[in-house]
Nanobody, 123 residues
Framework: QVQLVESGGGLVQAGGSLRLSCAAS????????MGWVRQAPGKEREFVAA????????SYADSVKGRFTISRDNAKNTVDLQMNSAKPEDTAVYYC????????????????WGQGTQVTVSS
């Protein structure tokens, strides 16, 4: 079965940087788009970023565009999220997600989810 394991969360000051990583196993990683979503306390899960199977296409939420970068390494079966210029409103549990398709276009494309990693940005 598919397993997604996130790492790299923690506490960072506003304006700082943090890098999240997700290790995937269970099926051919390079066949599927990957993404990151987050959930802040008391709020619904929201899309953060997605990357196509080859890494050639990326998508970002407007709230993180220009600050976050998603990348993947198909040789290592990992997908990363580089968070720069962090803001207190970025505080959330961040989840890695794997699409059912090679590209991502809608929320329902996400098929598998990790357990999440906490990111806290202090002001």
């Amino acid at each position: 079965q598919v397993q997604l394991v996130e790492s790299g969360g923690g506490l960072v000051q506003a304006g700082g940087s943090l890098r999240l990583s997700c290790a995937a196993s269970g099926r051919t990683f390079s066949n599927y788009a990957m993404g990151w979503v987050r959930q802040a306390p008391g709020k619904e899960r929201e899309f953060v970023a997605a990357i196509s199977w080859s890494g050639s296409t990326t998508s970002y939420a407007d709230s993180v565009k220009g600050r976050f970068t998603i990348s993947r390494d198909n040789a290592k079966n990992t997908v990363d999220l580089q968070m720069n210029s962090a803001k207190p409103e970025d505080t959330a549990v961040y989840y890695c997600a794997q699409s059912r398709r090679s590209h991502w276009s809608r929320w329902s494309d996400f098929e598998y989810w990790g357990q999440g990693t906490q990111v806290t940005v202090s002001s």
